[in-house]
């Protein structure tokens, strides 16, 4: 049972910055992969970057560039470091925790963490 918990949105400006952090109550000891997805009001649910236990990564082509997903395992946290945002970066923004597919890492749908741990989301807002 994993219980995840974002935090680090807000409000900022275009072209600023916002540093989103997930802590987890504990990993599996199996290989498994962390997410941040993102809905804004009126659009699907999307996903935004994900990375694999042993540290692969992949990114949402928008973002690419601008974002960085990192974790530290040491203290059971993922992050996402957001550069020159942009008001369409605006979203609720959700970090999630699963069991890691092929698809998660080439194609980042919506559901491909739908049977894992999520958090209740974290608020970026940016003008």
């Known amino acids: 049972h994993v219980q995840l918990v974002e935090s680090g949105g807000g409000s900022v400006q275009a072209g600023g910055s916002l540093r989103l952090s997930c802590e987890a109550s504990?990993?599996?000891?199996?290989?498994?992969?962390m997410a941040w997805f993102r809905q804004a009001p009126g659009k699907e649910r999307e996903g935004v970057a994900s990375?694999?236990?042993?540290?692969?990564?992949n990114y949402r082509d928008s973002v690419k560039g601008r974002f960085i997903i990192s974790k530290d395992a040491s203290k059971n946290t993922l992050y996402l470091q957001m550069t020159s945002l942009m008001p369409e970066n605006s979203a609720m923004y959700y970090c999630a925790l699963g069991w890691c597919s092929r698809d998660l890492m080439v194609r980042l749908p919506a559901s491909a963490l739908d049977g894992g741990y999520w958090g209740q989301g974290t608020q970026v807002t940016v003008s």
């Open positions: 990375i694999e236990s042993e540290g692969a990564i």
């Open positions: 504990a990993y599996t000891d199996e290989v498994y992969c």
